[in-house]
């Protein structure tokens, strides 16, 4: 078991909770959310990808062959895909 992608997943989660449901998107690093036309969106689009990014880390974590040089990257870009899409789609 690989605990630093276990903690890393756990920490997806819980962001993903407090953007996803809760609706703090001043959390969000990068994202300009003065600028952004619709918040509701943009919590559901970042809670969303957290949501699947921790499930993916945890379970990750628990299967040997999978290492967290493999993951992270992947999961950097596709935060680097959403700063994308939100800047230059949801910007006012």
Not at 27 to 53: C, E, H, M, P, T
Not at 58 to 79: C, K, S, T
Request: charged fraction near 15%; aromatic fraction near 10%.
């Amino acid at each position: 078991m690989d605990q630093n992608l276990l903690i890393f997943g756990i920490i997806f989660l819980v962001l993903a909770y407090f953007v996803g449901v809760k609706k703090q998107t001043w959390l969000l690093s990068g994202f300009n959310q003065k600028r952004v036309r619709d918040q509701d969106k943009l919590a559901r689009l970042i809670g969303g990808y957290d949501l699947i990014a921790g499930l993916v880390l945890v379970a990750a974590a628990f299967i040997e062959n999978l290492e967290a040089l493999i993951l992270m990257p992947i999961v950097l870009i596709g935060f680097i895909i959403l700063l994308g899409y939100v800047n230059t789609r949801m910007v006012e």
